[in-house]
């Protein structure tokens, strides 16, 4: 899933769910952007076993860039 993509789909099940006035994004956008943010600081990644710490600190990487363009992508909203 591109980060646009996963943008809208958080902000559309904000929405689902009733947060904020029908006819605003603002409430679902706001909830969106704080899960976001809970995302990127619990390193979305977990550690690979065998001790690969380069590897890891690479996915890390990819993964917090990832979930910064999501973010970047619901402020576009």
């Known amino acids: 899933m591109t980060p646009k993509e996963k943008a809208k789909e958080?902000?559309?099940?904000?929405?689902?769910?009733?947060?904020?006035?029908?006819?605003?994004?603002i409430m679902p956008k706001q909830c969106?952007?704080?899960?976001?943010?809970?995302?990127?600081?619990?390193?979305?990644t977990n550690p690979l076993k065998g001790?690969?710490?380069?590897l890891y600190s690479d996915m890390v990487d990819e993964a917090i860039d990832y979930w910064q363009e999501v973010k970047q992508e619901i402020e576009e909203l």
């Open 10 to 25: 958080l902000v559309d099940k904000y929405s689902e769910i009733g947060i904020g006035h029908p006819t605003s994004l």
């Open 32 to 44: 969106a952007l704080i899960a976001v943010d809970e995302i990127i600081k619990a390193s979305p």
């Open 51 to 54: 001790g690969y710490i380069e």
